[in-house]
């Protein structure tokens, strides 16, 4: 499954790597609902899967933060 191997290498990574690909999703994000907005974006179940892969960083994030 894609996204247990996701989570997985999400945990192998540092703070700051997933702090650099937090801020990567988050403007693929935003770009994607521009496309969208403007009636250029093709495959629209991308948005759904890009906020997903933020929440799986964020709370990535918030179980090493407790460790």
Do not use: C, G, P
């Not at 999400?10 to 994607?32: C, D, G, R, Y």
């Not at 250029?40 to 460790?67: G, P």
Request: glycine fraction near 0%.
């Amino acid at each position: 499954m894609k996204s247990s191997n996701y989570l997985k290498e999400l945990n192998t990574k540092s703070v700051e790597e997933l702090n650099e690909e937090l801020t990567s999703a988050k403007k693929e994000l935003f770009n994607l609902r521009f496309q969208n907005a403007t009636n250029q974006l093709d495959n629209t179940a991308r948005i759904h899967e890009v906020r997903k892969n933020i929440a799986r960083i964020q709370t990535v994030l918030t179980q090493k933060a407790a460790d």
